[in-house]
């Protein structure tokens, strides 16, 4: 297979030609063909610079010189675009870069699920409910999740509504991450109501605490928020999974070509990071053939059964060039299987060459049914698994180099245990989700907190080996 950056026969529009699955039945093709060349006018979301920046940032984190936070809702939603909810995912996800840029000591790459995680991939195409069959409610981009004919018809408007509520959701992220919210001066006032009396939220004043003081004499030397926008700044990338290749393709544009007489590169503008899940991996189909055409980094999410060779495979058509950060690999194995499905990944891709960011998605292969038939997870087997990606890593000689999780800063109850110890009972209090099961703000926190003792530990190793030598 030629990689598109030396054959000019590449368009947006390849995964035409290949089987898509996860695609929903528009009855009216001529509105989506409509809703299309609508977005085909409109201004791209992002910039090709900002992709090239987080492509650079990655490589640092494949060489175990940064880490990658990525986190966000499950399904964002049209109902919840008041801007609480993305200000909330942003502030829970600043604390814990905090926590987890001063244990490490190293840059964390912060990356949410937002601004575009509109599309929901479906076990099965419909629904049936007393003896009525819909399709499957495919994600607000798609379709609206309640149970009548009118809200489960694909509309292809809704693509349109899917642009501007990512514009408008982005646009508020870059005035939070820019305007002074960010400000690492702020970071008491990060701290929620309800977490704030929790140890989570004390260990956390503790820090901030110490961090106000060294703010303090650094302002004494001469830096402060005015003069160092290090300070005062953080750089704020967007992702969703690459699921509606009409939307995607319609919204991939072409960069202004750095050289002239160089080939232009083409990227997807819809978000700085796009990945692909495990339903629509196949190496021959469609969202393979569009990912494999864009300069943004991807991520692929990989789970139990995926063996080592077909890691190679997804490797070698997504990264046929070997450029250190290109692919994420989003591992989601589940506690306790953990151990004995990823270190043959580990030993392959290490093998071959890839120089991937390996990141540990603890939320998707732990997922139960409460006593209720709530979809929920447990905190204890959220961080069992964790633990087990930093232990197979060092194992290995690889790099755990990212944690990718489904979380709010709100005050929701849909896992179980954690500090506030929630169980099946207290779930029904505040279980708000359109779809899985979210940390919470006081629960974000705490696996910062873990993820931190981990990253310190693996610091003092490396030290020990540097004093051993
Ligand atoms: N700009 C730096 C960074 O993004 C430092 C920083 C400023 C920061 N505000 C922050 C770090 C909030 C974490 C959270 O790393
Ligand atoms: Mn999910």
Not at 179 to 203: E, I, Y
Not at 363 to 374: D, R
Not at 380 to 399: I, K, L, M, S
Request: glycine share 8%; charged share 20%; aromatic share 6%.
């Amino acid at each position: 297979m030629k990689s598109p950056t030396e054959s000019s026969t590449w368009q947006p529009g390849a995964w035409r030609h290949r089987p898509a699955r996860q695609m929903p039945a528009y009855p009216d093709l001529a509105a989506l063909d409509a809703a299309c060349a609508q977005l085909r006018q409109f201004p791209p979301l992002i910039f090709s610079g900002e992709v090239q920046a987080l492509r650079t940032q990655l490589a640092e984190v494949a060489a175990g010189r940064a880490f990658l936070l990525q986190g966000g809702d499950c399904a964002e939603s049209f109902d919840t675009l008041d801007g609480e909810a993305a200000r909330e995912t942003f502030r829970v996800m600043l604390q814990m870069a905090v926590v987890l840029t001063y244990a490490a000591a190293r840059p964390v790459v912060k990356v949410g699920r937002i601004a575009g995680q509109y599309a929901k991939p479906r076990s099965a195409d419909t629904e049936t409910q007393g003896g009525l069959t819909l399709p499957s409610y495919r994600g607000d981009i798609v379709n609206g999740a309640a149970f009548t004919p009118e809200a489960r018809a694909p509309q292809p408007e809704r693509l349109l509504r899917a642009y501007s509520a990512s514009a408008a959701t982005l646009n508020l992220l870059r005035a939070l991450a820019q305007g002074g919210f960010a400000d690492l001066h702020q970071l008491h006032g990060w701290t929620a109501d309800f977490v704030r009396a929790s140890p989570q939220g004390q260990r956390y004043q503790e820090l901030a605490d110490r961090i106000g003081e060294t703010l303090a004499f650094m302002a004494a030397c001469g830096f402060t928020s005015e003069n160092t926008p290090q300070l005062r700044e953080v750089a704020f990338y967007t992702s969703h999974e690459a699921l509606l290749l009409p939307y995607e393709e319609a919204l991939t544009r072409r960069d202004a070509a750095a050289t002239p007489g160089a080939d232009a590169r083409w990227f997807g503008a819809s978000a700085h990071m796009l990945w692909l899940g495990e339903r629509t991996r196949q190496l021959d189909g469609a969202h393979i053939e569009y990912l494999r055409g864009i300069a943004n980094p991807v991520g692929v999410k990989i789970g139990p059964s995926a063996t080592p060779d077909d890691v190679l495979a997804l490797l070698a058509a997504l990264d046929p060039a070997r450029e250190p950060g290109r692919v994420v690999l989003i591992t989601r194995m589940g506690a306790g299987q953990l151990p004995a499905k990823l270190p043959p990944l580990l030993a392959a891709v290490k093998a071959s060459g890839h120089a991937v960011v390996w990141s540990c998605d603890p939320m998707h292969g732990n997922t139960v049914t409460s006593a209720h038939g709530v979809k929920t997870r447990d905190f204890g087997q959220v961080v069992r698994e964790v633990r087990e990606f930093f232990d197979a890593h060092a194992q290995a000689g690889t790099v755990a180099g990212g944690l990718h999780v489904e979380l709010t800063g709100q005050d929701v109850t849909e896992c179980r245990g954690g500090g506030q110890n929630l169980t099946d009972d207290s779930l029904q209090a505040r279980y708000t989700s359109a779809c899985d099961p979210r940390l919470n703000g006081s629960q974000s926190l705490e696996l910062a907190f873990l993820v931190a003792d981990l990253l310190k530990a693996q610091r003092g190793g490396a030290m020990k080996s540097i004093a051993k030598t």
